[in-house]
């Protein structure tokens, strides 16, 4: 079963489109939360993650960070494990 996957962006941000990206590739759905157009929501993403920068994503309402902390998680090779995703391999 996946993993449900929230992630606090805006739109242009680099680091969010990066992490968009990962989780596409890995074939994630993913419930995106714009908070460039709320004070309330990025207030909301603080609260939750207890950061004032974007992406910050959270797997089964564990915050995991940001790109550069999904990225690692990725290159240690526990991201799809967290995800509940398994390799064929």
């Known amino acids: 079963?996946?993993?449900k996957v929230i992630m606090y962006s805006t739109r242009f941000c680099p680091y969010c489109m990066r992490a968009r990206r990962l989780l596409k590739n890995k074939g994630v759905e993913f419930e995106e939360i714009r908070v460039g157009t709320g004070n309330e929501l990025w207030q909301k993403m603080e609260e939750l993650s207890g950061r004032n920068t974007v992406p910050q994503i959270f797997i089964n309402d564990e915050s995991v960070g940001g790109y550069d902390d999904i990225a690692a998680l990725n290159q240690i090779g526990e991201l799809d494990s967290k995800l509940g995703l398994y390799s064929t391999q």
């Open 1 to 3: 079963m996946s993993a």
